[in-house]
């Protein structure tokens, strides 16, 4: 029902910045809450941030990332973004979007029903 298309990982030194896209098709997108979620090698995956389906909802972040990234979205434009600003080496993944059928945020790999291919995102220091 929902295909999930990442865009923007790369190359980027420590203290730089990367936004993140994630264009989806399907429909009742802006019915679903969004997730991003990232894997590090050797590592299991692990939730970055989530969006409320809902104009003005609420997010969420993991610690490790709160206060430097930023969950947005765009109903209309049917996309889903990931600002990253303050960039360390140990934020280095595939970086991968998902979509939850449910109006609230979902933390847990479980609760999502849709997932992108990821994007590489590479953090030099």
């Known amino acids: 029902q929902v295909q999930l298309v990442e865009s923007g990982g790369g190359l980027v030194q420590a203290g730089g910045s990367l936004r993140l896209s994630c264009a989806a098709s399907?429909?009742?997108?802006?019915?679903?809450?969004m997730g991003w979620f990232r894997q590090a090698p050797g590592k299991e995956r692990e939730f970055v941030a989530g969006?409320?389906?809902?104009?003005?909802?609420?997010?969420r972040y993991a610690d490790s990332v709160n206060g430097r990234f930023t969950i947005s979205k765009d109903n209309a434009k049917n996309t889903v973004y990931l600002q990253m600003n303050s960039l360390k080496p140990e934020d280095t993944a595939v970086y991968y979007c998902?979509?939850?059928?449910?109006?609230?945020?979902?933390?847990?790999?479980?609760?999502?029903?849709?997932w992108g291919q990821g994007t590489q995102v590479t953090v030099s220091s």
């Open positions: 998902a979509a939850a059928a449910r109006a609230t945020i979902a933390a847990m790999i479980e609760s999502y029903d849709y």
């Open positions: 969006i409320s389906w809902w104009s003005g909802g609420s997010t």
């Open positions: 399907g429909r009742t997108f802006s019915r679903y809450a």
